[in-house]
């Protein structure tokens, strides 16, 4: 594993000392889909309390993170963490799934993740996520490089919260990505050929000019309304 993360550990033992519960590694690292330039490194870290001090303390370790490229980590106290764990379904099954424990205790395998409104959150992040998606593209359509590079960094997302969708639909399987888009052609009936091309040049098997992101889009938008309509019909 990328001895980022050993580093990370070590100065956020520095910062909380024993108000430092666990640090969880979660997302597609992993769950060993992680690809370097794209792929986040995605880390929970658990305290005892969460006060002003707590925060001073995270600063340094948290900025000196966010320059290496992952977001800061998701800072939790453990009473938080086992009481929001309806608020947050789709989060708390992927760590359920898939994580690594980097120190401390392993508060991941006794949590009690409520799905009450596990779909109602999974419809709604994909239509968020669609609605920003279009937002954001709305001002990239004249420049290739830039809507190229929005593609690729919402793919991750969105194959996540169709992985998700498939759940819902009672149909399980890897997280990996290409396995995600395999199932929701099977289940949903989604063109494939989007996310294939976008995982393509993001695992480097084809240079990024040789993908049109405009022809992308439009077969990338029509999956995810298809997608969303699915999940949108078990509510009826």
């Known amino acids: 594993m990328d001895k980022r993360l050993d580093q990370l550990v070590e100065k956020l033992k520095k910062a909380f000392g024993e108000r430092l519960v666990s640090v969880v590694l979660y997302g597609s690292a992993a769950a060993g889909d992680h690809h370097a330039g794209f792929s986040d490194f995605n880390i929970l870290c658990v305290l005892g309390e969460l006060t002003p001090r707590e925060l001073a303390a995270a600063a340094e370790p948290f900025r000196w993170w966010r320059e290496q490229g992952s977001p800061a980590p998701l800072l939790l106290t453990e009473h938080e963490l086992t009481s929001s764990a309806d608020c947050f379904a789709i989060e708390f099954h992927d760590m359920q799934s898939h994580h690594r424990l980097l120190f401390g205790k392993d508060v991941i395998p006794a949590l009690v993740v409520e799905d009450t409104f596990y779909r109602a959150q ?115």
């Open 122 to 236: 999974v419809e709604h992040d994909l239509r968020a996520k669609l609605l920003r998606l279009r937002q954001k593209a709305c001002g990239m359509l004249a420049d290739q490089n830039l809507l190229r590079r929005l593609l690729l960094d919402s793919v991750s997302t969105f194959c996540v919260l169709f992985r998700h969708a498939l759940l819902l639909h009672g149909v399980e399987g890897s997280p990996k990505k290409r396995e995600v888009v395999r199932l929701a052609q099977e289940r949903f009936g989604i063109d494939p050929a989007p996310f294939e091309k976008l995982l393509d040049v993001r695992e480097a098997r084809i240079k990024p000019k040789e993908m049109d992101p405009l022809i992308v889009l439009a077969a990338y938008l029509r999956a995810i309304d298809t997608v969303i309509d699915a999940v949108d019909r078990l509510e009826k």
